[in-house]
């Protein structure tokens, strides 16, 4: 034991526990880039654009006056996504109210308008802006990578979206679009709808 204690070639102390310091941070180092690296690779994260909301109230609707509401998704994200729930003013609308239109290959739509809707408040016959239809959703929508919908959420006499009356004109209420793993949320104010 004397004689180890008297080597001069033998390693310090310093040294020998600086080795392992160096050792045990690179070693912790390397498995943290591992795992990073093979979450960021199997997880692609859900991202929603939300673009262009609004709300109309017009009276000319129906003899009881209609509300409608609009709203153009964008999936910028990695994987696709499902619309779960649809909200105006915090109160769920039903699929039934629902209508969507997905714009061509080669269409832009730099801001959406107020649907012609018809004094029944049948809107599967309802010409959009550019002379295209909406179909009924009817269900829970799927929106793919890299694709863009527009939401029409309108009024059905017994239903208006969020109870939206002649009152709100003018209101700030907000349009709540759900997914399985996010809620996206924009305010807009309501407009009339000139005659």
């Known amino acids: 034991m004397k004689n180890l204690l008297k080597n ?62 609009a709203i153009m998704l964008v999936n910028t994200g990695g994987r696709d996504v499902v619309v779960q729930k649809i909200a105006v003013r915090g109160q769920q ?31 599967v016959v309802n010409s959009l802006n550019n002379g295209t239809f909406a179909s009924a959703a009817g269900s829970p929508l799927v929106l793919k990578s890299g694709s863009t919908i527009v939401i029409y959420v309108v009024s059905h006499v017994t239903s208006p979206p969020g109870s939206v009356t002649v009152n709100d004109v003018g209101l700030t209420i907000a349009i709540s679009v759900f997914t399985a793993q996010a809620t996206y949320y924009k305010e807009t104010n309501v407009n009339a709808v000139p005659s």
């Open 8 to 69: 001069r070639t033998a390693l310090s102390t310093v040294v020998t526990t600086l080795i392992i310091l160096v050792v045990s941070v690179l070693l912790a180092g390397v498995v943290t880039y591992f795992a990073i690296n093979v979450t960021s690779t199997r997880v692609q994260e859900e991202s929603l654009n939300v673009l262009y909301q609004h709300v109309w109230y017009s009276t000319y609707a129906s003899p009881a006056g209609g509300a409608e509401a």
């Open 93 to 123: 609308v039903p699929w039934s109210n629902v209508y969507v239109y997905t714009p061509g290959a080669n269409e832009t739509l730099n801001e959406l308008y107020y649907a012609n809707q018809t004094a029944a408040l049948d809107p």
